[in-house]
């Protein structure tokens, strides 16, 4: 991981296998980054959930409602995968306050590119599940 | 330029009409794009299928993933307008400097969300042409061949001899050819017009293909012809093996051959 990265983590947490980590439509703010072992990227779709997605060490997420403004809710769950995760839990006042002085033009592009993630996110949702 | 909000950068207004293409897949390019009025699509191109990605509209930014993404910058997909569509367009030139003073974590985060998005994008490639597969019919043979060939296929020129086996009329005197890419479901083969003397290329016409690998294995197939494209002095044919018959060996030959080294 980069080391930069490493100094946003205030804690470490372990899941087992098959434990939510983040629910899917809850509220929350944490944004992690996995240290050691996998998790998998789920939705909730009409015919089930499916993972749309495996994370691996050095991968963050929970990034999604921050970049986007915090208004919003978790888009996915995210569930730990074969065996133990350890994850480390960000700073996440250190990344508000690093996103706040971010110039406004920029701010845009990246509420952009998560606009994309999550539309494109639902659309592979519904592509898979009308097969 | 309006000083007052500490933009010192030119906005320029473009106006598309409804059909011209605004962005496209492949080209260089990191221009930043805002939608003022209109509506435009999303899509990538993927072995000649379209995969739509999204509409966007008023308000909607777009060319930002080429901007923020620091190992390309060239574009991802293509844009087109769906209707009359009037953008506002900027250089983010002093936005470079602006992004590399950003946080590294905050850049790392975004790295990583840029490419997870990537990711989601090339799986909707692969689902298009898996929907394309199933709906092809006869007709869509040669959409069937052309989304398929990409897997595993690799780039060769490899010398061969080939001869009709559709048709007994045909005079069977052995032709050249030379393949071009092989893969487990077929070829590309590159002829000379010159052959469309001895016999024709007609896309459903069946070959015998005798060639070496140039691991030295030979390698003995029928192939049907899926797709033809005439070029100056070249006619390339896109051909669909009909069996590798196991008893030639030919399946484990070409899985040989084909494995990734």
Same mark, same amino acid.
């Given at each position: 991981m980069h080391p930069a990265l490493h100094s946003y983590i205030v804690e470490e947490t372990t899941y087992s296998d098959g434990e939510v980590i983040i629910e899917e439509g809850s509220r929350g703010s944490w944004i992690y980054v996995i240290l050691e072992g996998s998790a998998k990227v789920k939705k909730r779709t009409p015919k089930g959930m499916i993972t749309i997605d495996i994370l691996r060490e050095g991968e963050v997420f929970g990034e999604m409602v921050f970049l986007e403004g915090g208004?919003?809710? $978790?888009?996915?769950?995210?569930?730990?995968?074969?065996?133990?995760? $350890?994850?480390?839990?960000?700073?996440?006042? $250190?990344?508000?306050?690093?996103?706040?002085?971010?110039?406004?033009?920029?701010?845009?592009?990246?509420?952009?590119?998560?606009?994309?993630? $999550?539309?494109?996110?639902?659309?592979?949702?519904?592509?898979?599940?009308?097969? | 330029m309006s000083k007052d909000t500490?933009?010192? @950068? /030119?906005?320029?207004?473009?106006?598309?009409?409804?059909?011209?293409? #605004? #962005?496209?897949?492949?080209?260089?390019? &990191?221009? #930043?794009?805002? &939608?003022?009025?209109?509506?435009?699509?999303?899509?990538?191109?993927? +072995?000649?299928?379209?995969?739509?990605?999204? +509409?966007?509209? @008023?308000? +909607?930014? &777009?060319?930002?993933?080429?901007?923020? +993404? /620091?190992?390309?910058? !060239? @574009?991802?997909?293509?844009?087109?307008?769906?209707?009359?569509?009037?953008?506002? !367009?900027?250089?983010? @030139?002093?936005? #470079?400097?602006?992004?590399?003073?950003?946080? !590294?974590?905050l850049k790392i985060i975004i790295d990583q969300s840029l490419s997870r998005l990537l990711r989601i994008n090339r799986f909707m490639d692969q689902l298009a042409v898996k929907k394309r597969e199933e709906m092809s019919h006869p007709k869509g043979k040669e959409d069937s061949w052309s989304s398929t060939r990409e897997f595993y296929r690799k780039e060769v020129d490899i010398v061969c001899q080939y001869k009709p086996a559709h048709s007994v009329k045909v005079s069977s005197a052995l032709l050249t050819g030379r393949i071009k890419d092989i893969s487990m479901s077929g070829i590309g083969l590159e002829v000379s017009p010159g052959n469309e003397t001895a016999t024709g290329h007609e896309v459903g016409d069946s070959f015998h293909i005798d060639a070496v690998l140039p691991n030295g294995q030979e390698l003995n197939v029928t192939a049907e012809i899926v797709s033809v494209k005439k070029q100056p002095g070249k006619i390339r044919l896109g051909m669909q093996f009909k069996e590798l018959p196991d008893y030639y060996g030919a399946k484990k030959t070409l899985g040989f051959f084909l494995m990734p080294t």
């Amino acid at each position: 991981m980069h080391p930069a990265l490493h100094s946003y983590i205030v804690e470490e947490t372990t899941y087992s296998d098959g434990e939510v980590i983040i629910e899917e439509g809850s509220r929350g703010s944490w944004i992690y980054v996995i240290l050691e072992g996998s998790a998998k990227v789920k939705k909730r779709t009409p015919k089930g959930m499916i993972t749309i997605d495996i994370l691996r060490e050095g991968e963050v997420f929970g990034e999604m409602v921050f970049l986007e403004g915090g208004k919003s809710p $978790r888009s996915a769950s995210i569930i730990a995968a074969e065996g133990q995760v $350890r994850v480390g839990l960000l700073d996440t006042q $250190r990344l508000i306050d690093d996103y706040e002085a971010v110039p406004s033009e920029l701010k845009t592009l990246i509420a952009s590119l998560m606009l994309k993630l $999550r539309n494109t996110t639902s659309k592979v949702c519904s592509i898979i599940v009308a097969k | 330029m309006s000083k007052d909000t500490g933009q010192t @950068r /030119k906005k320029k207004a473009l106006r598309y009409e409804k059909g011209e293409l #605004i #962005i496209k897949q492949g080209d260089y390019g &990191i221009s #930043i794009y805002k &939608i003022v009025s209109g509506e435009v699509k999303i899509f990538r191109t993927f +072995n000649g299928v379209e995969v739509p990605l999204a +509409n966007l509209g @008023r308000g +909607n930014i &777009i060319g930002e993933m080429a901007f923020l +993404n /620091k190992d390309a910058d !060239v @574009r991802s997909a293509s844009a087109r307008a769906l209707e009359d569509t009037e953008l506002e !367009v900027f250089h983010p @030139r002093e936005l #470079i400097d602006k992004y590399a003073q950003t946080s !590294v974590a905050l850049k790392i985060i975004i790295d990583q969300s840029l490419s997870r998005l990537l990711r989601i994008n090339r799986f909707m490639d692969q689902l298009a042409v898996k929907k394309r597969e199933e709906m092809s019919h006869p007709k869509g043979k040669e959409d069937s061949w052309s989304s398929t060939r990409e897997f595993y296929r690799k780039e060769v020129d490899i010398v061969c001899q080939y001869k009709p086996a559709h048709s007994v009329k045909v005079s069977s005197a052995l032709l050249t050819g030379r393949i071009k890419d092989i893969s487990m479901s077929g070829i590309g083969l590159e002829v000379s017009p010159g052959n469309e003397t001895a016999t024709g290329h007609e896309v459903g016409d069946s070959f015998h293909i005798d060639a070496v690998l140039p691991n030295g294995q030979e390698l003995n197939v029928t192939a049907e012809i899926v797709s033809v494209k005439k070029q100056p002095g070249k006619i390339r044919l896109g051909m669909q093996f009909k069996e590798l018959p196991d008893y030639y060996g030919a399946k484990k030959t070409l899985g040989f051959f084909l494995m990734p080294t």
